[in-house]
């Protein structure tokens, strides 16, 4: 092996070459699948803090949609005791 090298030192510079870029290569290659890995780590956790401020807003509104049918309730309750009231001390008008 080491006389074809001698004899062939042209084939010796190709495969280093050709060494060198599959280490290039390689080592994009692991760069990128890090990358990949990076991006779905941080997806997941963007998708999980999406998740808990959905929740948070829909009980939220849940919440303020309660109190808010309780107020209109409360109004509609106080505007049927003031038309009996005024009904009673002006018959007239209805």
């Not at 290569?25 to 699948?33: G, K, P, S, T, Y």
């Not at 829909?58 to 309730?73: C, D, E, N, P």
Request: net charge positive; with cysteine; hydrophobic share 45%.
């Amino acid at each position: 092996m080491r006389r074809e090298c001698v004899r062939s030192p042209k084939s010796v510079k190709s495969s280093l070459a050709a060494q060198a870029v599959l280490r290039r290569v390689e080592n994009e290659r692991d760069d990128a699948l890090a990358n990949v890995h990076s991006i779905t780590v941080e997806r997941d956790t963007l998708h999980e803090r999406l998740k808990v401020h959905l929740l948070s807003y829909l009980r939220r509104s849940k919440t303020f949609y309660g109190f808010i049918l309780a107020l209109v309730r409360a109004i509609a309750t106080e505007l049927i005791f003031r038309l009996a009231a005024l009904a009673k001390t002006h018959p007239q008008m209805f």
